[in-house]
């Protein structure tokens, strides 16, 4: 047992001296300081849909800014097989296609993981309607009825009957002169 007690009292001061000098190496090159934060790059969430006419040039950008936005590279896809320019980049153009009546263009980016290591970034997805100028501009035969007829002053009674704020406004809009144009 004495044995045993001697052992220890020469093994606590060598685990001492050796917890104290792994301490103050700290494992690693004292001349190069480890960097410990975290670079933030902030972007603009896609809108959730944008409306364009045909032959409109389209522009949609992630806006990334902050240490390192620079590095980061992302992948973009676009249905339909539409062309477009800035893959790998935050920001995408295309022209909006040549449509008989309406469409509907689907895009989606994510970040590269093979390229940049980054996390926080979801998928982001936005759809771009498109709209046939020519539907739009086009008369199709229809013009506003002249014959419809004149209505004087509204009556509100039947529904407002009782109430304050709204016996007020009614006499208000009375008050106003009417001005009706025929077509």
Do not use: H
């Not at 001296?17 to 896609?46: F, H, K, N, Q, R």
């Not at 004149?150 to 009556?155: G, Q, S, Y």
């Amino acid at each position: 047992m004495k044995n045993l007690s001697s052992l220890r009292m020469c093994l606590v001061p060598f685990f001492a001296l050796s917890m104290s000098l792994l301490t103050a190496c700290s494992g690693s090159d004292s001349s190069t300081p480890i960097d410990t934060t975290t670079p933030t790059v902030t972007y603009t969430e896609l809108p959730s849909f944008m409306a364009v006419d045909e032959g409109d040039t389209v522009t949609l950008s992630l806006n990334t800014s902050g240490d390192g936005a620079e590095d980061i590279s992302f992948i973009w896809q676009v249905s339909d097989d539409i062309d477009f320019t800035g893959q790998g980049s935050d920001t995408i153009t295309f022209t909006a296609p040549a449509t008989d009546n309406f469409t509907s263009i689907s895009v989606q980016v994510d970040v590269d993981s093979s390229v940049s290591k980054t996390f926080g970034f979801s998928r982001e997805l936005t759809s771009v309607n498109v709209s046939s100028i020519e539907n739009i501009t086009e008369n199709k035969g229809i013009s506003p009825d002249i014959n419809l007829p004149t209505v004087p002053a509204l009556n509100f009674e039947a529904i407002t009957e009782g109430s304050t704020w709204y016996s007020e406004l009614e006499l208000a809009i009375e008050k106003q002169p009417i001005a009706l144009e025929r077509f």
